[in-house]
């Protein structure tokens, strides 16, 4: 599995990019080929797609946007085009604003959506994405709460230490602070 290729663009058809790293070319399927220029240096966060006889990397600019096709694609029958073409017209916030409003008409007018798409979408990911500005100290904590677990602590045990943690320092500072914290307890 590929977190991101960190490449110069090579070639931008309609439907893919090809990334060079390191003298290797990944094809990449994108949402928008044309928000990429030739022989610049770009990280692309991906996603390899494989099913039984296709096997297809996906790329984003954004991680959010990796994310949200992430989450599109675990919607039952929202496939990886049908995701990537919802990316490609609209933006994280504008999709994320939809989905929580619950504004299926905004999630039709994306290529092959219908009525049953848009509302299945609703279903499976309203109140779940957390895209917006300022979700950073979250997801640290997030990340510091994962490591714990790896440790061997309880959620219960987390919990009770996550909330005392000052969320504007680095993830290790916070992790040790944590495990100080979990060490009184």
Do not use: H
Not at 82 to 101: D, F, K, P
Not at 103 to 124: C, E
């Amino acid at each position: 599995m590929y977190g991101y290729i960190n490449g110069i663009v090579t070639k931008i058809t309609p439907k893919y990019i090809i990334c060079e790293n390191n003298g290797i070319g990944y094809e990449i399927i994108v949402p928008n080929p044309f928000s990429y220029k030739l022989s610049n240096n770009y990280k692309i966060y991906t996603y390899q797609y494989v099913r039984e006889d296709i096997i297809e990397l996906y790329g984003f600019l954004e991680f959010e946007e990796k994310e949200l096709f992430l989450k599109l694609i675990s919607v039952s029958g929202i496939g990886p085009k049908s995701a990537l073409s919802i990316l490609a017209t609209g933006t994280v916030s504008e999709i994320c604003n939809a989905i929580e409003s619950r504004n299926d008409v905004y999630l039709r007018k994306f290529p092959g959506i219908g009525t049953k798409a848009s509302q299945q979408i609703i279903l499976d990911l309203a109140g779940k994405l957390s895209f917006e500005e300022g979700t950073s100290s979250n997801t640290k904590l997030d990340d510091v709460s994962d490591a714990l677990i790896a440790l061997g602590y309880s959620k219960k045990e987390i919990t009770k230490v996550i909330g005392k943690l000052d969320a504007n320092m680095e993830e290790g500072e916070l992790i040790k602070e944590a495990l100080k914290k979990l060490v009184k307890a």
